[in-house]
């Protein structure tokens, strides 16, 4: 699985799959679906794949998943795959754009891409299942309509109760896993530790201190839109009101960006110590230096 592609450029969205097996286009091919970039598995043979060891992929260690991914890759005359990797800052900018455009939203529409896009590879799609995000019934009846001809299964914790969705969810994970462990950072932070990325990890909220800017926030491997972030962004940084109309008035009273540009004086954090930080590269693009006095 190569994601060189997303790693160089982790602000956009990137499709990663393998080849698609000749079987799947010309027999009944079975798509199983989910989330944890997005990946689907296309089979043919559904107790091969379960023969693998496939299983809900958050029951495995990293090590169980890539070694079930090797398999999944190595079988690939029945088996394909394709995964979408879904940057945290489209995601942020789909949550704060008019209209919003809601997580669930995000993951169907990334489902529905990713089934079209095996359609449209020539595979002989007969059947989906999906594990879903939101209820079950509705997202259901929502895939029905956009594939008319094909049977379309959804239901809560299918990563446990279908063997094409727990190897999707095995692709995906393991997509997440590569692409974090080679995350690039441009803000210039150097670390390689920022915990499990859930809010209860003393790991994770250190991170997220300790790398936050108080005027540009987070860097762009976190995702802005989630509340565990919007709390601190909230608490610790900058104040930002966003007016649609200003009068004359209250332009006079608008503070000039240059306070932004202060020195600040040093502080120690009581989190450990902070990930080692550059300029942000804001400043560094427009050759912006810090100055003491206006």
């Known amino acids: 699985m190569d994601l060189s592609t997303y790693t ?22 079975v798509v199983g679906v989910d989330e944890a970039g997005r990946g689907p598995v296309l089979v043919n043979k559904h107790s091969e794949l379960k023969a693998s060891g496939v299983a809900d992929s958050k029951t495995l260690t990293e090590e169980q998943r890539e070694k079930i991914f090797g398999v999944i890759h ?7 795959w394709s995964v979408e990797v879904i940057s945290p800052l489209y995601i ?10 809601s997580l669930n939203e995000v993951s169907h529409n990334a489902a529905i891409g990713l089934i079209k896009r095996a359609i449209a590879a020539g ?17 259901q009846a929502k ?9 379309v299964t959804v239901e809560k914790k299918a990563d446990a109760l279908f063997p094409c969705v727990s190897g999707a969810s095995i692709c995906a994970k393991v997509a997440r896993d ?29 991170f997220l201190l300790n790398s936050l800017n108080q005027v540009f926030g987070f860097p762009g491997i976190v995702r802005f839109s989630w509340s565990t972030a919007e709390k601190i962004l909230e608490e610790k940084c900058v104040p930002v009101t ?9 332009k006079d009273k608008t503070p000039s960006v240059l306070q932004f540009f202060a020195k600040k ?10 990930p080692q930080k550059k300029t942000h590269h804001f400043f560094t693009d427009r050759c912006l230096k810090s100055v003491e006095s206006f």
């Open 74 to 80: 190595e079988n690939c005359d029945y088996v394909g």
């Open 8 to 29: 160089s450029n982790n602000h956009c969205n990137v499709y990663v799959n393998s080849d698609v097996p000749e079987v799947c286009k010309e027999e009944p091919c």
């Open 92 to 101: 942020s900018n789909c949550m704060y754009k008019r209209p919003k455009v």
């Open 242 to 250: 966003w007016n649609e109309e200003e009068d004359e008035e209250e």
């Open 123 to 139: 595979v002989n799609v007969s059947e989906v299942y999906v594990d879903t995000v939101g209820p079950p019934e509705k997202y």
């Open 143 to 151: 895939l029905q309509e956009i594939f008319p001809t094909v049977k």
């Open 178 to 206: 590569r692409a974090l462990k080679k995350w690039e950072f441009p803000e210039g932070i150097e670390i390689d530790n920022w915990g499990s990325g859930y809010p209860g990890d003393a790991v994770t909220k250190n």
């Open 265 to 274: 004086p040093k502080s120690s954090s009581v989190l450990g110590r902070p």
